[in-house]
């Protein structure tokens, strides 16, 4: 036999049981490190205290198992607060009662584990730990069975509040992971309505995602949340691949009309209305973006309850204080208190895939284009992207059209 042909047999073989690394940095691993230090240390202090003899090793290792997936895969179906809480919580329920009324503990210990699989997953509770946690009354000793449905506030509850604790602490602080993952789909916030973003109107929606998963009929361990984002990104990188090397430079426009922080309201409003543009970028004297003037930001500082004094209301807020219109504490004066910042930017070089989603669901109408040294050098709205991605189209669209009269001719 080929010693190459062998190797990639054993190879071969090897994919089947090997998964792929996780992709987390080494500062990430001993940052979750210590959160599960911090958390299973106090969950041993609160079990050994409540409970003595065989139960309380049992529990803690339940506790042990649920910390690896609240803090290593905080986004997992099977590491949400009501998961952790409910199965816990049901499958000790499922175990005291197995316990009270099997007398004969090896089938009291089957059937408690068997139900509150069954239980945990009709009440989307399932949460693997859970399983040894039905274990606990049958298998415990005399202390754990005194304790009978008391055992389910102390301390099955009691180490749940410390480990959720622990979980909603570290994950939220600044540079973590949300925790608890979002459900989906999510608000948008911005327009006030339920629509789902652009990107994913043309995509998959809530009912195809369902019904896959129950043509699926496996529990898959991910939530809908991460699917969508996972399905919105191999989107993202199959549009970057099809529309080739477009970048923000090719579809920038470069003749902008910027203004200075110090820069008086009158003049901005001036030049919006000269230029016959929504926004003006406000730059610092190296040319670095520090924020965005729009219309927006003119109207929505204007009390209007109704449209007739609009053009007095305008004049008399852009209009300087020495004119006398209102004191100096209450009325803007310059650029940088009604600007808008901080500003999202866009390297030059990136391809002009990564404006889609700040001009679609973010809901930017423009975006300031920067050099690899933070300056201005360009800006695209959607009418620039709209035009990009029409002219791409149709050049694509001619080329195929030639190839097919050429093979016609042929």
Avoid at 57 to 64: D, E, R
Avoid at 146 to 167: D, E, K, R, S
Avoid at 274 to 288: F, M, N, Q, T
Wanted: proline fraction near 8%; aromatic fraction near 6%.
């Amino acid at each position: 036999m080929d010693l190459r042909v062998g190797c990639k047999s054993v190879r071969d073989l090897l994919h089947y049981f090997i998964t792929e690394p996780v992709p987390i940095t080494p500062r990430r691993a001993l940052t979750l490190g210590g959160a599960v230090f911090v958390a299973m240390f106090s969950v041993l202090l609160v079990s050994t205290e409540l409970v003595s003899g065989a139960g309380a090793p049992i529990l803690v290792a339940s506790m042990g198992a649920s910390a690896v997936l609240l803090f290593a895969v905080p986004h997992s179906p099977l590491a949400q607060p009501w998961p952790f809480a409910g199965g816990h919580l049901i499958s000790a329920s499922i175990g005291i009662t197995c316990a009270t009324l099997i007398p004969e503990p090896a089938l009291a210990a089957a059937a408690a584990v068997a139900l509150a699989v069954a239980v945990m997953y009709l009440t989307h509770s399932l949460h693997p730990p859970g399983g040894a946690v039905a274990l606990v009354p049958v298998l415990g000793d005399a202390s754990i069975h005194q304790l009978h449905y008391q055992f389910l506030l102390t301390p099955v509850t009691i180490n749940i509040a410390v480990m959720l604790f622990a979980a909603l602490t570290i994950h939220n602080l600044p540079g973590g992971q949300r925790y608890p993952a979002p459900s989906w789909p999510q608000p948008d916030r911005r327009h006030k309505h339920r629509d789902p973003p652009p990107l994913e109107r043309f995509g998959i929606d809530e009912a195809d995602l369902h019904q896959a998963l129950q043509e699926f009929d496996s529990f898959l361990d991910i939530t809908e949340g991460d699917l969508q984002k996972l399905y919105s990104k191999i989107v993202s990188h199959a549009a970057r691949r099809r529309l080739g090397d477009i970048t923000c430079a090719d579809v920038m426009s470069r003749d902008l009309v910027t203004i200075t922080a110090d820069t008086p309201l009158a003049k901005a409003w001036a030049l919006l209305r000269y230029h016959k543009i929504k926004a003006l970028p406000v730059v610092d004297s190296e040319r670095r973006v520090i924020g965005m003037v729009t219309l927006v930001d003119f109207l929505k500082r204007i009390d209007l309850p109704v449209y007739e004094d609009f053009p007095e209301r305008l004049a008399n807020m852009i209009r300087p204080s020495q004119y006398g219109y209102g004191p100096a504490q209450e009325k803007p004066e310059v650029v940088s208190q009604v600007m808008a910042a901080p500003v999202i930017t866009v390297g030059a070089r990136n391809n002009v895939v990564n404006l889609v989603p700040l001009l679609s669901d973010r809901g930017l109408h423009h975006v300031p284009i920067v050099d690899s040294e933070a300056r201005l050098v360009g800006m695209v709205t959607q009418s620039d992207l709209i035009a990009a991605l029409y002219s791409r189209g149709v050049s694509r669209g001619q080329m195929e059209s030639s190839k097919e009269q050429r093979s016609a001719a042929a």
